[in-house]
């Protein structure tokens, strides 16, 4: 099993899917590891999966308040509350 570091390093190199595959293994036996559900939203924000970023930024606060997941919740509320439905939005 690799560590959040080693997650993070590969998240930081593109290798996303084997991130994501990782930080599932990693989540599924530290289930009370705010950081890594921080790190996976951030994964999931990447990777265009902006409600389950959303979750696990929450899942992330309801752990440890004072996460840094708090402010990435805020500022992803802040990006889909600007959705225009008068422009064409992708």
């Known amino acids: 099993m690799f560590s959040l ?46 409600r389950q970023a959303m979750s696990d930024y929450a899942h992330a606060i309801s752990i440890n308040p004072e996460s840094p997941a708090r402010q990435a919740l805020e500022q992803a509320h802040d990006i889909m509350a600007f959705f225009n439905t008068d422009l064409m939005n992708p």
Do not use: C, P, S
């Open 5 to 50: 570091q080693n997650i993070e390093e590969m998240m930081g190199y593109g290798r996303t899917d084997e991130a994501a595959v990782q930080l599932d293994a990693y989540i599924e036996v530290h289930t009370n590891d705010d950081k890594a559900y921080f790190l996976r939203g951030k994964l999931m924000w990447r990777m265009g999966k902006r």
